[in-house]
């Protein structure tokens, strides 16, 4: 079921057009929405959540239309902005219990969501000291914690891993796919890094200066780049006999530096064809390895100049 | 001799396991518009006073509801005690005197109390998490308005109520007592909402608590100052017209004007509103306060970007 749709959505600011008639469709699980800084990324958020009238185009969310019926979006959706808005002098429970009351939780209901998801994004004892002392990431929790405690069907996640070191980024990213694969909550998380959202996204949808590059399932991306490394010896000149085997049976292959040749994964088959080729050859196999691939690699090869993965 | 009694088989001892339950969805109900906001507005109140903040928020309300009691507690001491002695017959200062007397707390209490309520959101941008919320913006900026003008109120009709009760235990009539306490309880509703718009405005036009506490004490001070200072030359000058128009300009002075136009309570201003026109202007005048703060507030949340 289509969780996001948007239909020639445009948004156009006196100087900048930050969406350009835009065509997405988002579904259930995890869907990562990448584009560098300023690609509009924000501005469909904002819009989706009907804090922000669109120029032209609509946008449906959960089947409610986000120009008129935003109050009941906002019910179902829980957002967690880029930016800080964490105030200082409260505790993390204390602000998430009061959040929750907002979201239309009876105060036991609140209390008792909030000590729940401080312990599902990891957040201890230290819950109950003022915002004002934690760390990055201990903020970043509380943020995801006050956007899921109302129990939403939809959680809209802007940049979750800005700010954060290696090993936090690598804690909220496991946490994101769990909220879309263990709590059933779809998920629209946002980064401009393409790389990040490779690993828990099953869908990635790229956007660039407003406009849509790319929209598919994350599968497709790492299909369409998948290659294997190959690396065969038994004659001097086995690479280029085992190449032009595999050529001649319809693979692409070619040379990869070293004695390794690179072919193009076409399909579930392929690894058993370069296996076979080389079993005919009589040559003996030393490794087929996949390539480390990434989605950004899609759009290194494509025509996305635009998007600068990092 | 006894035989030993059975012990029975010790049962497993209980390991402290942690049980970790997944995530649980919520079934239960959720409330509608109105409730939310009066959890909010509830909240909001409760804040002002500091409870459900840190204990050092909760001095300052604290010790300016103190003071704001201490003056009506000892006026009542007298009453009750020297009624006969002193041969009072009312209270020795009337009710809707008694916020211009003590209109230095009340002041600081709003000063302090406003950008609390209203620069906090602002300034660390908490307004977001809350117009992600179902509220609409509307309703976020009149119950923070209420939670504010009630959270004055209490601080301005207290003294009231304790010096009408120990009117009472005193022996005042009790018609009279009510009718003057209802009236003066009217006046402390409408500088409460005077105030608050006022505070609430220059709050929210700065995100700097510091610089929004300075504003609100200066706006509410020196207006208060300078209207007290022509109301004293006009009257002395016998251009009274002059110092009655010039009542308008501090929510005190105006306030106790309405109180004067419509319950004839006793002045305490040098330059009371005399007339109808004069009275009519005083009671537009404040009305037009609390609109157009409440008017400018909106202007300034539809501008706040999320």
Redesign the interface.
């Known amino acids: 079921m289509a969780v996001i749709v948007t239909a020639g959505l445009t948004k156009a600011y006196p100087r900048v057009t930050a969406l350009d008639h835009l065509d997405v469709t988002v579904g259930e699980g995890v869907t990562g929405l990448v584009g560098a800084n300023g690609a509009g990324k924000s501005t469909l958020i904002k819009i989706l959540l009907g804090l922000v009238p669109a120029t032209s185009g609509t946008a449906r969310v959960l089947g409610h239309d986000v120009a008129a019926e935003g109050a009941r979006i906002r019910a179902l959706v829980g957002y967690m902005p880029e930016h800080d808005c964490l105030p200082a002098d409260v505790s993390a429970s204390d602000l998430v219990v009061h959040l929750g009351q907002m979201s239309g939780l009876p105060y036991a209901a609140a209390r008792e969501r909030t000590s729940d998801v401080l312990r599902h994004v990891g957040l201890a004892e230290e819950r109950y000291r003022p915002i004002g002392g934690y760390s990055t990431g201990m903020k970043q929790r509380v943020k995801l914690a006050q956007a899921l405690v109302h129990d939403p069907r939809l959680v809209l996640l802007d940049e979750p891993t800005n700010g954060l070191d290696p090993s936090a980024r690598d804690d909220m990213l496991g946490l994101v796919k769990r909220i879309g694969e263990e709590f059933g909550i779809a998920v629209l998380v946002t980064s401009h890094l393409l790389g990040e959202l490779e690993r828990v996204s099953d869908h990635v949808v790229i956007l660039d200066t407003g406009r849509l590059l790319r929209s598919s399932a994350t599968t497709d991306f790492l299909h369409a780049t998948g290659s294997l490394l190959v690396e065969v010896q038994g004659r001097p000149d086995a690479d280029r006999l085992l190449g032009q085997a595999l050529v001649d049976a319809g693979l692409t292959a070619r040379p990869a530096g070293g004695a390794l040749i690179e072919v193009e994964v076409r399909d579930e088959t392929t690894p058993d064809v370069v296996r076979d080729l080389t079993v005919d050859l009589g040559l003996g196999l030393v490794r087929m390895q996949e390539r480390h691939h990434r989605i950004e690699d899609v759009f290194r090869e494509g025509a996305a100049g635009s998007v600068h993965p990092v | 001799m006894s035989t030993p009694s059975e012990s029975p088989v010790a049962p497993e001892p209980p390991g402290g396991v942690i049980h970790d339950l ?5 079934a ?6 109105a ?2 906001a009066r ?2 507005f509830t ?1 909001g109140l409760r804040n002002t006073y500091g409870l ?3 204990a050092r ?1 909760k001095v300052l309300p604290m010790i300016l509801l103190g003071l704001m009691l201490l003056p009506a507690l000892i006026l009542v001491g007298v009453l009750v005690q020297a009624k006969d002695l002193l041969g009072l017959d009312e209270q020795i200062v009337p009710y809707s005197t008694y916020p211009i007397t003590t209109q230095l707390l009340i002041s600081v209490f709003v000063a302090a109390q406003a950008p609390a309520l209203i620069s ?2 602002l300034r ?3 307004i ?9 913006r509307s309703a976020y900026v009149l119950v923070r308005f209420a939670s504010l003008t009630v959270a004055t109120f209490l601080l301005v009709a207290a003294p009231l109520l304790l010096m009408y009760v120990g009117g009472l235990l005193a022996g005042l009539p009790l018609a009279r007592e009510s009718g003057r306490f209802l009236g003066a309880l009217v006046g402390a509703a409408l500088l409460a909402a005077c105030l608050s718009g006022l505070a609430a405005l220059v709050s929210a036009l700065t995100i700097r608590r510091g610089l929004a506490v300075a504003a609100v004490i200066v706006v509410l001070l020196v207006s208060y100052t300078v209207v007290v200072a022509i109301q004293g030359i006009s009257y002395e000058s016998g251009h009274e017209t002059v110092g009655q128009v010039a009542g308008v300009f501090s929510p005190y002075t105006l306030v106790n004007g309405v109180q004067v136009v419509l319950f004839d309570s006793p002045e305490a201003t040098a330059t009371p509103p005399e007339g109808a026109a004069m009275g009519v202007l005083y009671v537009v005048a404040t009305l037009l306060a609390v609109g157009g703060s409440l008017a400018g507030l909106m202007a300034r949340y539809r501008r706040v970007s ?1």
């Open positions: 997944g995530y649980r969805p919520y239960g109900p959720r409330l509608g518009e409730t939310v959890s909010f909240t459900g903040r840190s928020s906090r959101d660390f941008r908490t977001t998490l809350y117009l992600a919320r179902p509220m609409r999320p």
